[in-house]
């Protein structure tokens, strides 16, 4: 059974680079047929979808986010990293990492998720 870990610094200053990875065990994440995802939420509201790194190495971001998103890889520590730029307030939120499948439902429906990380809550102060 997969399972993901998010792990991360503490708070992060406006305009600063928010950066989380996510740690895997029980899978690769060079696997066919998956992806590796990053969703956020804000209190009391629903998802909000990141991006995502696929088994290749090729990456997709929401283009609400695409500009200040990258998602990047170690396939020798089997982990990967979101790194968000110029963070301000309305980035505080709890992210988390999880898995999709390819031949599942498509990304952006929480259904196409299998396997999740348990959140780290990411704090924007000065």
């Known amino acids: 059974q997969v399972q993901l870990q998010e792990s991360g610094p503490g708070p992060v200053k406006p305009s600063q680079t928010l950066s989380l990875t996510c740690a895997v065990s029980?899978?690769?994440?060079?696997?066919?047929?998956?992806?590796w995802s990053w969703i956020r939420q804000p209190p009391g509201k629903g998802l909000e979808w990141i991006g995502y790194?696929?088994?290749?190495?090729?990456?997709y971001y929401s283009p609400s986010l695409k500009s200040r998103t990258s998602i990047s890889r170690d396939t020798f520590k089997n982990q990967f990293t979101l790194q968000l730029s110029s963070v301000t307030p309305e980035d505080a939120r709890v992210y988390y990492c999880?898995?999709?499948?390819?031949?599942?439902?498509?990304?952006?429906?929480?259904?196409?998720?299998?396997?999740w990380g348990q959140g780290a809550r990411v704090a924007v102060s000065s």
């Open positions: 999880d898995r999709g499948n390819y031949r599942g439902s498509p990304w952006g429906t929480p259904a196409a998720l299998d396997s």
């Open positions: 029980g899978g690769s994440i060079t696997t066919d047929y998956y992806y």
């Open positions: 790194i696929g088994s290749g190495g090729g990456t």
